[in-house]
């Protein structure tokens, strides 16, 4: 939720925003003329309700012969208190509909337009190249007996999978490794619930544009599926004043996650880039307004050490506005480099909500506190939020097409080395599989 003082005082600082996105910045006066038809509708309905109050008094201090003239009056009165609150209840309802379309103001120097007008910030490390025929990472980890993706399709349908063997080791490993990231950069370790109140997932921003990509159980249950573990950890704190008189408050939440990939058909259907159910390691950051950008940077540094620690080349790009979500002000995503797609592909983003989450969820902190008086008496303000991946199962598709060797088996990182038992190599279940498709 946009700031209402924002809205009202610099509404071309919204309008801006909202052309950057590729919203129409109408929207931006349409929202301002419903908020005061909110305000108005409100104060009018207030008004009456003192109104009947003081002439309830009046009422019953009233003698005994003028009671029976009076009571109608106040049947009257109590008609249109009633009537003004409908109105104001539907201006309500207006005034939300017409702010639901503000998506979070962008932090300046967000590049504007769509998915390819991002800034790509910097590249790291150097593309792998091979002196044989590179596999991807599906033939790869069929060769492991890492992945299974026919027995998935069987088991749950199209873009589910098994990660077996190796494979599911693979994946533990590399969750525990930025489990231990996560640790020594002061963040709390989380497992989530998975399923969220509606409350919760609209707090957040997934039910606006985004809302096909949701799973949804509507029948007895009104629950949503996450999508990642930031929806719940946004509202673990949902309805407090929380205490940052110590610092931010760092979790990192690692869960499984649910998409329904809608309007993604016929893109990315083979192997496990974009599938509707993985895992995922979350780093989710509540602290003040002021100090949001620098925690931003922060976040992408941890991933960034991640990725460069696993050998991976990567590019860090600043997300164009219309390729945000409605709550991100700010989005920074790492794409590695993938062999034989010869492309940079998402692995990692990690976006600055500033205070629009918290608005919604209606999150707090008192500044200026004394450290352990969060709950005296300065006067509150909402916190930002920021929300980073910092590992999740696509990374095994990096992982097997940059670190694959010619006869199929595929180097093991050695940051990694410690999570498989000392493992250096994934090799081959029958090394005549690895003959037989690399001659195929």
Request: negative net charge.
């Amino acid at each position: 939720m946009i700031d209402l003082a924002l809205l009202r005082d610099e509404p071309e600082l919204v309008r801006q925003s909202q052309a950057a996105r590729g919203n129409a910045p109408e929207t931006v006066d349409a929202a301002i003329e419903a908020d005061r038809s909110r305000r108005a509708a409100l104060a009018a309905f207030e008004e009456l309700r003192a109104e009947q109050n003081a002439f309830g008094k009046q009422v019953a201090k009233a003698p005994k012969d003028e009671k029976a003239a009076l009571v109608a009056q106040a049947k009257d009165l109590a008609e249109r208190v009633k009537q003004a609150q409908a109105a104001s209840n539907e201006a309500a309802e207006a005034a939300a509909d017409a702010l639901s379309a503000i998506e979070n103001v962008i932090v300046d120097g967000v590049p504007a337009g769509g998915e390819d007008d991002f800034i790509e910030l910097r590249r790291v490390g150097e593309t792998p190249t091979f002196d044989f025929e590179p596999r991807d990472h599906l033939a790869i980890g069929e060769l492991l007996g890492a992945i299974d993706m026919e027995r998935g399709a069987k088991v749950s349908g199209a873009r589910f999978y098994f990660l077996t063997g190796i494979g599911a080791r693979l994946e533990i490993a590399l969750m525990n490794l930025a489990l231990d990231k996560a640790l020594g950069a002061g963040f709390t370790p989380m497992i989530v619930p998975t399923l969220v109140r509606p409350e919760i997932m609209q707090g957040t921003g997934f039910l606006g544009k985004h809302a096909d990509e949701v799973y949804h159980l509507d029948k007895d249950d009104d629950l949503y599926l996450v999508g990642t573990s930031e929806v719940a950890l946004a509202g673990y704190h949902s309805g407090e004043i929380v205490d940052l008189t110590r610092g931010a408050l760092r979790y990192a939440g690692w869960s499984t996650c649910y998409r329904r990939e809608a309007g993604s058909y016929g893109k990315d259907t083979r192997g496990i880039i974009r599938v509707h159910q993985f895992n995922k390691l979350e780093m989710f950051v509540y602290t003040t307004p002021e100090d949001a950008e620098a925690e931003h940077l922060r976040l992408v540094a941890l991933q960034e050490e991640m990725l460069t620690a696993l050998g991976l080349s990567y590019r860090v790009i600043d997300v164009a506005a219309g390729d945000l979500g409605s709550s991100a002000a700010r989005k920074y995503d790492i794409e590695a480099w993938v062999p034989t797609q010869g492309a940079f592909r998402e692995l990692t983003s990690t976006s600055n909500c500033t205070t629009f989450q918290a608005r919604r969820l209606d999150i707090r902190h008192r500044p200026g506190a004394a450290a352990g008086a969060a709950e005296g008496g300065t006067k509150t303000q909402h916190v930002a939020t920021l929300n980073g991946t910092l590992a999740t199962t696509r990374w095994i598709v990096a992982i097997l097409e940059t670190h694959q060797q010619e006869d199929g088996s595929v180097r093991v990182p050695e940051v990694l080395r410690p999570y498989l038992g000392g493992l250096e190599v994934l090799r081959p279940l029958n090394a005549e599989d690895a003959a037989g498709a690399e001659g195929a």
